[in-house]
């Protein structure tokens, strides 16, 4: 139902589910202008980037999503480690939606309250955390709402699992009638690079919170500069899910940006970088995984995407 839902063609079920739902239909006008062509409905589209926003409400909570165009790009790095390689060339065919900001401690929250939902660090009672340069140790009864250090409400959602993610993504698209996923793996690179083909989408310092800048812990989604796609922390902050298991390469990788989940081991790719990563490690190509023994740490959260 969720292209006729949007579009109002079933009133009945519009009226029924308004009280969860609420999508936000809203040209901008302010300082710009309507921009020509055609839209879908519950885009907004501003004149500074030419583009197109999704704005949903689902109890009470505002998840505000990025339309990213088609195209293409180069995914992978000749210059980074020897898993980003081979650079090869990735179309994407259509559109979609991608989430500009990670999911906050408030939208994760709301989740948990409206399913009982346990995360699998709280239900292990441990997680993995590090304090300044000592290295990974377990640590008893860390979670997304106890971490090392005090989050607000509009810090991402840390200490998340793989499988955590996906519940939180079943959730929301039952909540919402679309389709709301982790991203692929070449989804997020090409959202992160942006248009760009260097190590970042811009000046690192000013897009990200990494080991240099952070204090050592998370901050507020959406502080730093985003990148020409208006997405924020797409480096740093925390690390953020794909749908693809990890791969020693990009030979046989898909090239029509779908996600690759055919593997010899259960190790989830994760993206991004985080508060207590180094630069280098918040690269738009690198490509990190984590293996089960791994699978919830303190700098690990979530970014969705929603699809047509």
């Known amino acids: 139902m969720g292209e006729n839902y949007l579009l109002g063609l079933a009133p009945t079920n519009w009226l ?17 202008i309507q ?64 989430g500009r900001r990670e999911v906050t401690v408030r939208q994760f929250r709301a989740f948990i309250e409206a399913t ?17 340069e000592r290295d990974w140790d377990p640590e008893a009864l860390i979670c997304w709402w106890n971490l090392p250090f005090k989050q607000s409400d509009d810090d991402p959602a840390s ?9 939180f ?3 929301l698209s039952s909540e919402t009638g679309m389709s ?12 992160c690079r942006a248009g760009t083909d260097g190590d970042f989408a811009g000046d690192v310092d000013k897009m990200a919170w990494h080991r240099a800048n952070s204090g050592h812990r998370t901050h507020p989604v959406g502080q730093k500069t985003p990148n020409a796609w208006g997405l924020y922390d797409m480096h740093g902050n925390v690390w953020e899910w794909c749908l693809d298991m990890w791969h020693s390469g990009y030979e046989s990788a898909p090239t029509d940006g779908s996600p690759w989940t055919e593997a010899k081991f259960f190790e989830p790719v994760m993206r991004g970088g985080t508060f207590i990563n180094p630069q280098w490690w918040l690269r738009s190509a690198n490509h990190m995984r984590n293996n089960p023994g791994n ?3 303190y700098n690990q959260g979530i970014r969705i995407v929603r699809t047509r």
């Open 16 to 32: 029924r589910r308004l009280v969860l739902l609420q999508v936000i239909l809203l040209i901008i006008f302010s300082n710009s």
């Open 35 to 98: 921009l020509p062509g055609k839209e879908t409905p519950g885009e907004e589209k501003t004149e500074k980037h030419n583009q197109a926003t999704l704005l949903l409400e689902v109890v009470g909570v505002s998840f505000e999503f990025v339309r990213i165009p088609a195209g293409e790009f180069l995914m992978g790095s000749e210059t980074g480690d020897s898993d980003e390689k081979p650079v090869h060339r990735v179309r994407i065919d259509e559109s979609f939606y991608m």
């Open 116 to 132: 009982g939902y346990q995360t699998d660090a709280e239900k292990e009672r441990w997680a993995w955390t590090r304090s300044g």
């Open 159 to 167: 200490c998340i699992s793989w499988f955590d993610a996906m519940e």
């Open 169 to 171: 993504c079943r959730w």
């Open 180 to 191: 709301i996923r982790l991203p692929s793996e070449a989804e997020w690179e090409y959202a």
């Open 295 to 297: 699978r919830f740490s």
